[in-house]
């Protein structure tokens, strides 16, 4: 039976050579298209999409570019797993990962043509990897036991991640706000209890760290504006109904007098709802959906603040952040745990009036307000924060440190590159690829700045030819710099998670040497 018939029509399949070429192209693809982002210099996309409304996205953060294409090559899905898997597990360094994963597969490419079979190619980078992970393992730096190092080694962290977006100018100021922030978590990697607002207008620079919580509500009319030693009840519940609201269902009645009797028996089911709620205790109650006029006039003559309809996520932090849980039902009012905290008050950012909840239970909450110019400004620095708080908070957790700017790529370039001379068979020809790939990171950054890569390269080379080298690239000279002096450093967390995302992917895409493509299904005529 001929292999034509195997298979449905209009289903495709790709053998072997074919296979390969078509996963490689796809895989390149993407490295090419996010390469440009990499480093100090790196520049921007502008994603529209095609939907309502035609909503823009401007960002240089790997992740977010690869969420948003929409790519039919299977290798290329593989390689905007890995900045996803990136993004969540450790923050940063999404640009890096989808880039190394390309450079190992357009090396194969070439061993691949010199007859060398995949496998030992497999073998060769796993090796190299092996390798890279130790020559960095040796060179971290590792400050945790003293706190003024070892802040300042944070601070350089997220000064180095601001670097690449578009927080750059303002990077200091960046850097101490989600350094400070991390910290007020004591060591919780929990980013949830970091609320960050973003509020147009004003300039990057006015953004800043409030304690406490901030609820983009205002307070309603007639209630108390400031409220001290809070006990706060957060709720998700209907306080909508003191009018007849009867859809759909015809009530037949003898007179406008029995209206009235109906409208009166809702006011009274609200009524004791209140009386109920207010039988907590508490002095301030926050819901989830609307409260009508009636029950807020009651809560506001019992001297209860009363905000309504706080955003879904807004409460289930507000939740979180003062130790209370969100109820719905109050008969037993033992069984509700209320939020507590020392001040509650109204503040004012820009033209908008929100709630500030300060002294919050958990101590570890804040509120990074964002100013900026519009909003693709806002979300694109959210964007760049949110990196920069992840890598600080992972390396609260791991505090190994390693210098930056290419440094970290060179070190273990050259330790590869002496893997391979001692190793015998096609495989050293692998890792020898290995160390190649690796250069084309601090290549590509050298690149993004309009440098003269090979020149630097080789001079980076020569550096690290001495023992103990501190040397990277410096972009803003155009020169080789002392990556220590200048205070570049990332986290080894992230680093070690790009080599080893990078190679297992590659690995992936290497081993594929068959590519089937389902037949679409037919639409059935329904006429």
């Known amino acids: 039976m001929a292999v034509e018939t195997l298979l449905k029509d209009e289903a495709t399949e790709e053998k072997g050579e074919r296979a390969r070429m078509s996963s490689f192209g796809g ?26 409304g035609h909503s823009i996205t401007v960002t240089n953060d790997g992740a977010t570019i690869l969420k948003s ?31 190394l994963a390309g450079e190992l597969l357009r090396e194969a490419e070439k061993l691949l043509a010199m007859k060398i079979h995949p496998m030992k190619i497999i073998a060769g980078y796993r090796m190299a990897a092996d390798c890279a992970r130790t020559a960095m393992l040796e060179r971290v730096k590792d400050n945790k036991e003293y706190p003024e190092k070892f802040r300042w080694d944070l601070k350089k962290i997220a000064m180095t991640t601001l670097d690449s977006k578009i927080l750059s100018q303002d990077k200091e100021h960046f850097a101490n706000l989600a350094v400070e922030a991390v910290m007020m978590l004591k060591g919780s990697t929990n980013l949830e209890s970091i609320q960050i607002i973003k509020k147009a207008g004003g300039s990057l620079k006015d953004s800043f760290l409030a304690e406490g919580f901030i609820l983009d509500k205002r307070i309603g009319l007639g209630q108390p504006k400031r409220i001290e030693n ?65 029950p807020e006039e009651l809560f506001a003559d019992a001297g209860i603040l009363a905000i309504e309809h706080a955003d879904f996520d807004g409460i289930e932090r507000l939740a979180l952040v003062t130790g209370g849980e969100i109820a719905s039902t ?12 020392k001040l509650i008050e109204e503040i004012m950012i820009g033209e908008d009036k929100l709630i500030h909840f300060s002294g919050v239970e958990m101590g570890r909450a804040c509120t990074i307000v964002l100013r900026g110019a519009s909003f693709h400004v806002l979300d694109e620095a959210e964007r760049s924060l949110h990196d920069a708080l992840c890598v600080v908070s992972q390396t609260i957790n ?130």
């Not at 109050?330 to 905290?341: A, I, Q, T």
């Not at 050298?446 to 690239?473: V, Y």
């Open 27 to 52: 895989a390149m693809a993407i490295d090419d298209f996010v390469k440009t982002t990499l480093g100090p210099k790196g520049m921007d996309k502008i994603l529209q999409s095609t939907g309502r």
């Open 69 to 99: 294409l929409h790519i039919d090559n299977p290798a290329a899905k593989v390689l905007i797993d890995i900045s996803k898997v990136q993004d969540d597990e450790v923050g940063d360094g999404t640009t890096s990962v989808v880039v």
């Open 230 to 294: 809070a006990n706060i009840l957060v709720a998700n519940t209907a306080m909508d109904t003191d009018k007849v609201k009867i859809y759909g269902a015809r009530v037949r009645v003898d007179s406008m007098a029995k209206v009235a009797q109906i409208e009166g028996a809702e006011k009274n089911k609200m009524r004791e709802k209140v009386q109920k709620i207010i039988g907590h205790g508490i002095n301030c109650f926050v819901n989830r959906q609307l409260i009508y006029n009636f």
């Open 330 to 341: 109050f008969d037993n009012p033992e069984s509700v745990k209320l939020g507590h905290c």
């Open 398 to 527: 791991d505090s190994r440190v390693l210098l930056g700017g290419g440094w970290p790529e060179m070190i273990m370039a050259k330790a590869v590159d002496e893997l391979a001379r001692k190793t015998p068979g096609k495989k050293s020809h692998a890792i020898d690829a290995f160390s190649r790939a690796l250069l084309a990171i601090p290549t590509t950054i050298a690149d993004n700045a309009g440098l003269d890569s090979a020149e630097l390269i080789a001079q980076l080379r020569a550096e690290h030819h001495k023992e103990n080298s501190n040397a990277g690239i410096d972009v803003i000279t155009g020169s080789v710099g002392d990556m220590s002096e200048l205070g570049i450093s990332e986290a080894f967390k992230v680093k070690q998670a790009i080599l080893l995302s990078a190679t297992e992917a590659a690995e992936m895409i290497l081993r594929v040497d068959e590519i089937i493509t389902c037949a679409p299904r037919k639409r059935e005529d329904r006429m």
